[in-house]
């Protein structure tokens, strides 16, 4: 997720002012799913398929005021054998690497994408196990390079069993894209969860590891954006309880009227702000999700909205 993000902006879809303590609509269409970089021109952001591409972009200078780049497909192909002719990508993150290089993962799949974004033919797979994995997001921490994700065990669901969601911590190389020994699992669903925990995103704030997660179901109001901490990348993790998370439900304001369905959360790589996704209508899935954005204070192992 480097400086070297090469991409052009077309046509716009705004959103300026914030109330103390709400969130904000930054792009009001349907840009489901978002991680956040920040480059020396400012933030982009990135999102599972819609609006006609693969992989949605939008960019702010500011982190107030987005653009989505209509007609940008950070995944326009023409592709490896191994994926799809009109591939369908959700929850993608974006890695900074050195030398100006981004790693574009989504599902299990880490895709080497040079400064040009021209498709890489190299192709590396996240260890998974039954359910598969999917929700991928790059944390750097000191100079060593991870990887988040959800082993998809609720896709599983369908034999009668409430299946495990663990999240994993993958270790990676110094080119931030191959894996560096075995993955741990760093968290995992319980009953006040619903049937799974999903869409992680780690951060390192003055040496407490905050990772945000998302519980219950994305087509309904249940879902929402929780976190745990721990005192070591590895864990153990703790999660999180009332009065101080979860940090994001529906019914919570923003500046458009009340959210519903918060989830899919992203950090900036300093803690200080994050992006995720809500209904656009507020209610349900008919008009897709948009993304929202909001400044928060990580302190004391607890985060609230600023």
């Not at 990508?89 to 974006?94: F, I, N, S, T």
């Not at 998974?128 to 082993?151: E, L």
């Not at 020994?181 to 780690?202: H, V, W, Y």
């Not at 179901?217 to 703790?238: E, H």
Request: glycine share 10%; with cysteine.
């Amino acid at each position: 997720m480097g400086s070297g993000v090469l991409l052009s902006v077309a046509s716009a879809l705004l959103y300026t002012g914030l109330a103390a303590a709400d969130a904000v609509r930054a792009i009001d269409s349907d840009f489901a799913d978002p991680c956040l970089i920040q480059t020396s021109d400012g933030y982009y952001a990135f999102a599972t398929s819609g609006n006609n591409v693969n992989v949605q972009v939008a960019s702010s200078s500011d982190f107030s005021s987005w653009d989505l780049m209509s007609g940008t497909d950070a995944l326009p192909g023409p592709f490896p054998s191994w994926v799809a002719s009109s591939p369908s990508v959700w929850a993608p993150d974006v890695i900074q690497r050195p030398g100006y290089e981004q790693a574009l993962c989504w599902g299990r799949n880490v895709l080497e994408r040079h400064r040009s974004l021209h498709p890489s033919r190299q192709r590396h797979r996240l260890p998974s196990r039954s359910g598969g994995a999917i929700d991928p997001d790059g944390f750097k921490d000191g100079d060593t390079f991870y990887v988040v994700y959800k082993i998809d065990g609720n896709s599983l669901d369908g034999d009668g069993t409430t299946h495990a969601t663990p999240i994993m911590l993958q270790a990676l190389n110094s080119d931030a894209v191959t894996p560096n020994g075995d993955p741990t699992q760093i968290l995992d669903r319980d009953d006040a969860d619903g049937p799974l925990i999903e869409a992680p995103s780690l951060v390192n704030v003055d040496g407490t590891y905050y990772l945000s997660f998302s519980s219950n179901i994305y087509s309904t109001l249940k879902y929402d954006v929780s976190y745990a901490t721990a005192s070591a990348v590895g864990g153990p993790y703790t999660k999180v309880q009332a009065p101080d998370a979860p940090l994001l439900v529906s019914g919570d304001p923003s500046n458009v009227g009340d959210l519903g369905g918060p989830g899919g959360a992203d950090f900036s790589t300093d803690g200080s702000k994050i992006v995720f996704h809500a209904f656009e209508n507020g209610q349900n899935l008919d008009n897709g999700r948009a993304m929202y954005t909001a400044s928060i204070s990580a302190s004391g192992g607890v985060i609230s909205i600023q």
